[in-house]
């Protein structure tokens, strides 16, 4: 059975940093392109970053420089390094698989950036 569970999330101020994590079980990871998701309230999941299998990885225009998405494979996870957190970084941070973002969703870890 597939799973994705996210965490890392929580409460910052403006300017600061969180680092998320999303463990991925029930499929061959290693073998799978991923992608960092998020949904803002009354917007549409958006998809925030994204890691090939080979190791590449490409952001929304509106993170680059900020975010980092990093894997490791041995242990079937996914990060999403945060920095500079704005205001409009608040939302549900999910992962899924990318690009076709097929697998159920997990339960998503809140990030609200506020002062």
């Known amino acids: 059975q597939v799973q994705l569970v996210e965490s890392g999330g929580g409460l910052v101020q403006p300017g600061g940093s969180l680092r998320l994590s999303c463990a991925a079980s029930?499929?061959?990871?290693?073998?799978?392109?991923m992608g960092w998701y998020r949904q803002a309230p009354g917007k549409q999941r958006e998809l925030v970053a994204a890691?090939?299998?080979?190791?590449?990885?490409n952001y929304v225009d509106s993170v680059k420089g900020r975010f980092t998405i990093s894997r490791d494979n041995a242990k079937n996870t996914v990060y999403l390094q945060m920095n500079s957190l704005k205001p409009e970084d608040t939302a549900v941070y999910y992962c899924?698989?990318?690009?076709?973002?097929?697998?159920?969703w997990g339960q998503g870890t809140q990030v609200t950036v506020s002062s």
């Open positions: 029930g499929i061959l990871f290693s073998l799978n392109s």
């Open positions: 890691t090939t299998r080979e190791g590449r990885s």
């Open positions: 899924n698989r990318f690009p076709y973002a097929d697998l159920n």
